[in-house]
């Protein structure tokens, strides 16, 4: 039972209007096998998972030996198939608190850029290094694989952000989708998925532009993509060669991650700026929010020791339900660092937001929410106490941030099907279709040259060439031939 | 009550969902005024309005009073405001038949492209003459101005085949959403409604092609783009002049079209090739569709002469309900001129095809069916009745047509909201937000230059270009200033 509520109408109340979608599931359920990616990509698939178990299916989860996050309660359904690798769960801690300090020392400026992508660069190596141990523990393991053969799985559902999952289920023989919210410059939805982004109106990832850029800002959108891509395309060589080996033929990691059914994006309109899409993308931002509970009168999640200043109405937690906590009808502002579960949370219960974006995604999601009105940053290296609470202070007491924020509300919670059952629907899709080939744009069948009709144009130009250069060349032969006897018949 | 069927598996029967997806209606009704088109046009659209009145919205109909179809049941409680026109019904009729013969007899091949494309621009200017009389017989007449005004609107939904919709709406200042099925070249999707369309896998409207294009059929394609838009060109001019005047200030068609809230297009992915989109297109194909109602046993609408060897076991009638004969279980093949309601209506009960297409985007539409399995040509020009015997055998004997008109059909079927359900939800939401701004991309804001980020290229080869120029002036310098020294010293 699932139900999508419009939100009543600023000025005119004509409409209250409840949609209530029941599911009714029928007979024998479906087999999901799930290459997810640790930290908090784990939160929001798992969120799927649940709903995928709720719904019957049957959920396998391949996860490596030294995961942070990945795991369940002891009494869910979900099966996890652990992938033994050498390095410890003390490297991943280490390799992503690299990648904050590689934000915090070198965030992206035109000044940092290059700085900032060579030392990303070196990280994508480690990244590569780590990747492919986990690869390797599940493609090498003939009994792990020979266990996932018989195990029937209908589809594969990756996070490609741990890269691999789209070769397991080749080698399964089954249809994959994937789940993201972006990669680098969409590199990944661009090259591979073959998804449009016109430099002009759709701001590369990463550059913490909006939509509405100034002609400098264009340059630099224009530039950042192709620098980007750049930074991948040495990580990709890795790739390919991997990749090459393993499926016993010459192809590339882009070729084979074309060959997803669907890609489930974690943002929706509410979040992105309007951009071209394809019918194989479905944007289910927020498929994990969710109405908030009753909570405890006062609250602060807080590990450290007590500090002494504490007043006597503050309680400290180790952890609080941020979602119950944003959709507290005292909750006036939320200070986050942007992760996009956070966002979402806030967007969910129309929150206006104080951003102090760290690393990855985070700076581009605040660049979003500050365009759409709803969010003031406060810059992490800078930043002084009076500072966070002038932030504060504006969000709260300026009326537009919190109009904003219930605007992006109403946006998010006015949809024809909730985020997640769209997730859920076209996973289930895939399952009954055996893929959703009819979604699949023509254009992953192209080279990069057919794609732009480079070659189309060099042709049409040849043509007009030799046009111009055969009428050119009849005038001036006519000119010699018959100039010459005009002048003649002139002479006699 | 509203229920989308996902069909069973083909060969693994571990799903049968069930979507039943409730609509409860609270408090007011909305306010929708329709901007029709005559023909096949209005059929389609009339079901949306239907629909709206069965969901307690209040619907008003704008007609010319020299409408062909344009009418309901006197029962019907949808409204008519009739606009006055000088011209008479035969004046529609006679527009149409030189619609059809254009087509008959200058089909577009590379050959007739260029006389097709003339005729069909003396057929525009026609049908500005008529279009403009429908517009002056709304925007000057102050009193159903006033009327319309008074009735206080909440959206107006716009045929654009009928230009000046969005002007009325604009003049009534609501906003307006379209409905349509295509525009030549699809050149108003792409200039006016900023729709990509990559010429290396995006066939061009009119042309017959596929996404799986031969060079030679890119070439074609590459050019038919701008052609098309050529003969657009000069069928605006008219148009920019007349909207300019309209609204008292500089402006064009295509720029007041670009403000519409949402775009309905007429078919779906179960028809169309994968390609990209924007947030505001919604592919709503197929919404006038429903399950079939039982028939008499034999039947055949005819309303000339009754043929003296016609069978006994052949009963004529003058018109009999198409989507009802196609659902039934008998029915082996439909032989169709492929207007888009009646392909649908084939699509939706997995009925195999024989096209003879005649005019506007019939070639299209049975080019598409071809190309996806479910249908066989017959050429009307060229047709012997052994042609369309062997037709309709081959359709019929041949498994894998019934097997891909099956599979279209399971596609159009397995839909997260069905088609008429989706289109009304977008009208609600409109009239729910006063619009959907958050849906439109901000390409409307940039120049044609500036969209394609040509002055962004200019810009950097500039740059490129100057550092070139100031690397060999300065190399040319200390060539000439040191190498001199250089040879000096060498001589002393």
């Known amino acids: 039972m699932v139900s999508v509520m419009a939100t009543p109408m600023p000025k005119k109340l004509f409409h209250l209007l409840v949609v209530n979608l029941t599911l009714t599931e029928i007979v024998l359920s479906g087999n999901v096998l799930i290459w997810p990616t640790d930290g908090s990509h784990w939160l929001n698939i798992k969120i799927i998972l649940e709903e ?9 989860v391949l996860a490596s030996s030294a995961t942070l996050f990945i795991n369940s309660h002891p009494d869910s359904p979900v099966n996890f198939e652990v992938i033994p690798v050498s390095y410890k769960k003390g490297t991943i801690d280490s390799l992503i608190e690299h990648m904050i300090m590689l934000w915090i020392d070198h965030r992206p400026t035109p ?6 992508y060579k030392e990303l660069g070196k990280l994508l190596d480690t990244f590569f290094r780590i990747n492919t141990q986990i690869c390797d523990g599940v493609l090498s393991n003939a009994t792990l694989m020979a266990r996932l053969q018989k195990a029937g799985f209908d589809v594969l559902l990756a996070d490609p952000v741990t890269i691999c999952g789209d070769l397991v289920a080749l080698k399964l023989g089954i249809p994959f989708m994937y789940t993201l919210r972006f990669s ?8 591979c998925g073959k998804l449009p982004a016109p430099a002009s109106y759709v701001p590369a990832a990463l550059s913490e532009l909006t939509d509405q850029m100034t002609f400098g ?6 530039i950042s993509y192709p620098l980007q891509d750049y930074i991948f395309q040495s990580y990709w060589g890795e790739w390919n060669s991997y990749y090459s080996k393993i499926l016993g033929r010459p192809t590339t990691l882009c070729e084979t991650m074309g060959k997803a059914e669907i890609w489930l994006i974690r943002t929706y309109w509410d979040f992105e700026f309007p951009r071209p899409y394809l019918p194989n993308f479905e944007f289910v931002g927020g498929l994990h929010c969710k109405p908030a509970k009753p909570l405890p009168k006062v609250l602060w999640r807080y590990t450290g020791k007590r500090p002494a200043t504490l007043g006597a109405n503050t309680r400290l937690y180790e952890w609080i339900p941020q979602n119950d906590l944003l959709g507290h009808p005292k909750a006036k502002a939320f200070i986050t660092h942007g992760g996009t579960n956070g966002i979402y949370e806030a967007i969910y219960h129309g929150v206006p937001m104080v951003g102090v974006p760290m690393f990855a995604d985070q700076p581009d999601n605040i660049a979003h929410m500050k365009a759409k009105g709803a969010a003031v940053e406060v810059n992490i290296n800078t930043m002084t106490s009076a500072d966070l609470l002038n932030a504060l202070k504006t ?10 924020a219930m605007r992006l509300s109403r946006i998010h919670h006015d949809q024809p099907v909730k985020p997640l059952d769209r997730a859920v629907f076209w996973i289930e899709f895939v399952m009954r279709h055996k893929g959703a080939k009819h979604l699949r744009p023509a254009a992953h069948d192209l080279t990069w040259y057919q794609y732009h009709s480079l070659d189309v144009i060099g042709f049409l130009l040849a043509c007009v060439a030799t046009v111009i250069f055969l009428v050119t060349t009849c005038c001036l032969f006519s000119y010699r031939k018959f100039g010459k006897t005009g002048k003649k018949k002139k002479r006699e």
């Open 111 to 116: 000044l940092t850029l290059w700085t900032f």
């Open 217 to 222: 800002e264009r340059v630099k959108n224009t």
């Open 395 to 404: 969000v709260i007491n300026e009326p537009s941030y919190k109009e904003n």
């Open 52 to 60: 995928l178990n709720l719904r019957n299916h049957n959920v396998t």
């Open 184 to 191: 680098p410059a969409s590199t990944v939805e661009r090259h």
